[in-house]
């Protein structure tokens, strides 16, 4: 069955350095989204991207992330300047074509910035 | 903006009983709506899904919800708990295809023996 795959599980980066979060989506979806999970709390939207551009983005996603998909088939997420604050489970998701409803999502990177 | 209310942060059921899991959401369209189940060091797993039709719906692991929209809800439930439901549920609401998910702040659920 196609799943959605990130790399790496667990990232841990010292405050101030660039991460860059990696995502294989599904291959033939076309709706890309990263989503994050603070310890605890609930699964907060960062960022979506269709047509290669981001479609909708929330007050999280500020200057200090960006996302690319270099190569139709990687959709990265990078923090530029990490703060304790970006310390998170990370999960991206893919959807498929016109029409699609659910999204589906990977296993999930746990970043630590210490 | 959409918002979703899950009541309850942990609930707990004894094995063998029925698991009630409640979502209400505020739409001002007629949403999608999820069921999401989150197992202990793992992602998010679709269990099932509204978006038009029958209001009953039926997913994965015996669960099923129903789409109430004159009380804006979307519960979920099982009739009898199983001890490998234990895990963390979601509730999500969309509002159109390619829209961004709202979450509700997740239930954790129990299963005693």
């Known amino acids: 069955e196609p799943e959605v795959t990130q790399t790496p599980s667990h990232q841990v980066t010292q405050m101030g350095q660039e991460v860059i979060l990696r995502c294989v989506p599904i291959?033939?979806?076309?709706?890309f989204y990263w989503y994050r999970q603070i310890l605890g709390q609930k699964v907060e939207f960062l960022v979506s991207?269709?047509?290669?551009?981001?479609?909708?983005k929330s007050e999280i996603f500020d200057d200090q992330f960006s996302v690319e998909r270099p190569d139709g088939s990687n959709f990265t997420l990078k923090i530029r300047s990490t703060k304790l604050e970006d310390s998170a489970m990370y999960f991206c998701?893919?959807?498929?074509?016109?029409?699609?409803?659910?999204?589906?999502f990977g296993q999930g990177t746990r970043l630590t910035v210490v | 903006a959409q918002s979703v209310t899950q009541l309850g942060s942990h609930v707990s059921v004894s094995e063998g009983a029925l698991v009630l899991l409640r979502c209400n959401y505020s739409?001002?369209?007629?949403?999608?709506l999820f069921w999401y189940v989150q197992y202990p060091n793992q992602g998010l797993q679709l269990l099932l899904k509204?978006?038009?039709?029958?209001?009953l719906v039926k997913g994965i692991n015996g669960f099923e919800a129903e789409f109430k929209k004159s009380e804006t809800s979307f519960h979920l439930t099982k009739p009898s708990a199983h001890m490998s439901d234990a895990a963390e549920y979601f509730c999500?609401?969309?509002?159109?295809?390619?829209?961004?998910?709202?979450f509700g702040t997740g239930t954790s659920l129990t299963v005693i023996p």
């Open positions: 291959s033939n979806h076309l709706y």
């Open positions: 999500a609401v969309s509002e159109n295809t390619g829209n961004q998910f709202y």
């Open positions: 739409s001002s369209v007629p949403p999608y």
């Open positions: 998701a893919s959807g498929g074509g016109l029409g699609f409803t659910e999204a589906f």
């Open positions: 991207f269709y047509n290669n551009e981001i479609s909708e």
């Open positions: 509204y978006t038009t039709g029958a209001t």
